[in-house]
């Protein structure tokens, strides 16, 4: 496969929702080569709003799109199309400031204008799967070309976290405006763009002209479906992939412990697209004091 680096098992915990981002150094990296990375499932769709199955779908997406902002392996939040941003004292209003220079790859300018009608899109569409999830923002504003207020009805210490979602995604206005089939010709901003699609999986190529190089490291990109956990795990093990995204609780655990101590694979583990609630009876102790709860869900975190 021509490749300079160690097969990667990306193991992903069910913690929060967020993009899959595997990075490797560019120094260790052959720009030219392909990289071969098997999911669960095969894609049916790529327009964020309308995704049926958000689970199966972003990973396809993220390829192709950018959000505001972006979730690090350990979940913390970076920049992505915004590339700073800050938050009131009452937790109501963020304010972003965006990427300059920043095109679609149908040619299209990104600005603050495309980002509210992306998002506005998202959150007020009549079909929109993403409404939901969008509920806690009342408006999204742009006062200048490079700036996007988002306003909330109440604060929501989530409200970041579900940008970085596909729920945040942001797609080209004028793709939009055209009426371009959006499900099966998705156009982003994001470090590759799609070639193919069907049950077999997705290819796609580098985007040239994106701002983040270590985002599109390898020239062409395929996703491939493999529903049954240990023949993609087995695909890895024989070198048929270059990577495979595996939940942590599945049965493959143990041998990818195994595989990892061989020092033949490298293991990246990351948030997955899950959210696990909690719920506390707040009326006994000790779970009535918030310092209990906030120890609690540390604990079960990490």
Same mark, same amino acid.
């Given at each position: 496969?021509?490749?300079?680096?160690?097969?990667?098992?990306? !193991?992903?915990?069910?913690?929060?929702?967020?993009?899959?981002?595997?990075?490797?150094?560019?120094?260790?990296?052959?720009?030219?080569?392909?990289?071969?990375?098997?999911?669960?499932?095969?894609?049916?769709?790529?327009?964020?709003?309308?995704?049926? &199955?958000?689970?199966?779908?972003?990973?396809?997406?993220?390829?192709?799109?950018?959000?505001?902002?972006?979730?690090?392996?350990?979940?913390?939040?970076?920049?992505?199309?915004?590339?700073?941003?800050?938050?009131?004292?009452?937790?109501?209003?963020?304010?972003?400031?965006?990427?300059?220079?920043?095109?679609?790859?149908?040619?299209?300018?990104?600005?603050?204008?495309?980002?509210?009608?992306?998002?506005?899109?998202?959150?007020?569409?009549?079909?929109?799967?993403?409404? $939901?999830?969008?509920?806690?923002?009342?408006?999204?504003?742009?006062?200048?070309?490079?700036?996007?207020?988002?306003?909330?009805?109440?604060?929501?210490?989530?409200?970041?976290?579900? !940008?970085?979602?596909?729920?945040?995604?942001?797609?080209?206005?004028?793709?939009?405006?055209?009426?371009?089939?959006?499900?099966? &010709?998705?156009?982003?901003? $994001?470090?590759?763009?799609?070639?193919?699609? $069907?049950?077999?999986?997705?290819?796609?190529?580098?985007?040239?002209?994106?701002?983040?190089?270590?985002?599109?490291?390898?020239?062409?990109?395929?996703?491939?479906?493999?529903?049954?956990?240990?023949?993609? !795990?087995?695909?890895?093990?024989?070198?048929?992939?270059?990577?495979?995204?595996?939940?942590?609780?599945?049965?493959?655990?143990?041998?990818?412990?195994?595989?990892?101590?061989? $020092?033949?694979?490298?293991?990246?583990?990351?948030?997955?697209?899950?959210?696990?609630?909690?719920?506390?009876?707040?009326?006994?102790?000790?779970?009535?004091?918030?310092?209990?709860?906030?120890?609690?869900?540390?604990?079960?975190?990490?």
């Amino acid at each position: 496969m021509n490749r300079r680096y160690l097969p990667v098992i990306a !193991l992903s915990m069910p913690l929060i929702a967020a993009s899959t981002q595997i990075v490797m150094a560019a120094d260790e990296i052959d720009r030219s080569a392909n990289f071969n990375i098997s999911y669960v499932g095969a894609p049916a769709a790529y327009d964020p709003p309308f995704s049926k &199955n958000q689970f199966q779908e972003t990973p396809y997406m993220f390829p192709v799109y950018d959000t505001l902002v972006r979730l690090d392996a350990k979940g913390n939040l970076l920049p992505d199309l915004a590339t700073s941003w800050e938050t009131s004292s009452d937790g109501k209003t963020i304010t972003f400031h965006l990427r300059k220079g920043v095109k679609f790859t149908d040619g299209s300018d990104f600005d603050a204008a495309v980002a509210i009608k992306s998002l506005n899109r998202a959150k007020s569409d009549p079909n929109s799967l993403r409404a $939901g999830q969008l509920a806690s923002f009342a408006s999204f504003e742009a006062p200048s070309s490079d700036t996007v207020v988002a306003r909330l009805s109440k604060s929501d210490a989530n409200a970041l976290y579900t !940008l970085s979602t596909s729920s945040g995604m942001i797609v080209s206005a004028k793709a939009i405006d055209g009426g371009v089939d959006l499900a099966n &010709n998705p156009v982003g901003t $994001g470090p590759y763009k799609l070639v193919s699609s $069907g049950p077999q999986g997705a290819n796609y190529v580098r985007n040239e002209d994106y701002f983040d190089k270590s985002q599109n490291q390898f020239a062409k990109l395929a996703i491939i479906p493999i529903a049954d956990s240990k023949a993609r !795990l087995n695909a890895v093990l024989t070198g048929q992939l270059d990577a495979g995204i595996f939940q942590a609780e599945q049965s493959t655990y143990e041998q990818i412990q195994s595989m990892v101590k061989s $020092g033949n694979f490298t293991l990246t583990a990351f948030p997955g697209p899950n959210s696990v609630p909690v719920w506390f009876n707040t009326k006994i102790k000790p779970l009535d004091d918030p310092k209990v709860r906030e120890v609690y869900i540390g604990n079960r975190a990490g």
